[in-house]
């Protein structure tokens, strides 16, 4: 467990530990937002950095991911070669895989590499039909003006 201790960022998404803790709420549908504004990966042909502002949205099971945990995860992509695609899909994927949440969705809006923005969208299926669920709240990218 990660929270309360000294950790350091793991060298690779794999080598990243998630932690995950019982759901206060168990039953109940609600949405769980995390925006991640900064993050950032290397291009798999380049080496050069790419910047994307996340949001996982997720509605819970039996257990919640760990901020703390979260993070150090999500920082391990910074020295990661691995497409956009890769890197959005994956991050969901293994969250689903580990965390079993009722709903998962994932938007990956790509800042513009050699001139092209690339927004990478991805969800685990139909959210619960009760459940609030609002805009990601990220505008597709304009440029300037």
Known sequence: MHLGQTSSLPATPEEAVLDYVPNPRTGRTYLVRFAVPEFTSLCPVTG????????????????????????????????????????????????VTEMAPVWLRIGGYWYPRGG????????????????????????SYRGRG
């Open 116 to 139: 092209i923005p690339i927004d990478v969208f991805w969800q685990s299926g139909p959210p619960p039909s009760s459940l609030w669920l609002p805009d990601q709240g990220v505008q």
């Open 48 to 95: 050069q950095p790419d910047f994307a502002h996340l949001v996982i949205d997720y509605v819970p099971g039996d257990t919640i991911v760990e901020s703390k945990s979260l993070k150090l995860f999500l920082g391990s992509f910074r020295n990661h070669c691995a497409f956009h695609e890769d890197c959005t899909v994956g991050i969901g994927e293994r969250l």
